[in-house]
């Protein structure tokens, strides 16, 4: 698990480093009056999308629990798995949360 989480890690990284050269280029890509006008800068933003690495985009970054590394079921606020969760929520480690009963 600990590889995994190390390169979920690196891939976000890689996206924050990254992400304001990704939003440009896409709206200069998107742009239709001035992708008739220059050629070259498209034909240049053509070759940095098939340059890119494969690691710097959003979709391959994974949501892991912060504790055990473990990928599913994960409570976005919370950044921890059930599993986690209920072992934590028995502890008391959570103010303000209660079981449910009706």
């Given at each position: ?13 890689l ?32 070759l940095y ?13 994974r ?5 055990s ?14 599993m ?9 480690y959570?103010?303000g ?5 009706w």
């Amino acid at each position: 698990m600990r590889y995994l989480t190390a390169k979920d890690k690196r891939r976000r990284i890689l996206f924050n480093k990254t992400e304001f050269d990704q939003f440009i280029f896409r709206i200069l890509y998107n742009n239709k009056k001035f992708s008739k006008d220059n050629a070259d800068f498209m034909s240049k933003i053509k070759l940095y999308y098939k340059m890119a690495k494969k690691d710097q985009f959003l979709t391959r970054v994974r949501n892991r629990c912060v504790v055990s590394g473990k990928a599913g079921w994960i409570f976005s606020r919370l950044k921890v798995s059930r599993m986690q969760f209920r072992e934590m929520f028995g502890k008391g480690y959570f103010y303000g949360l209660r079981r449910s009963s009706w």
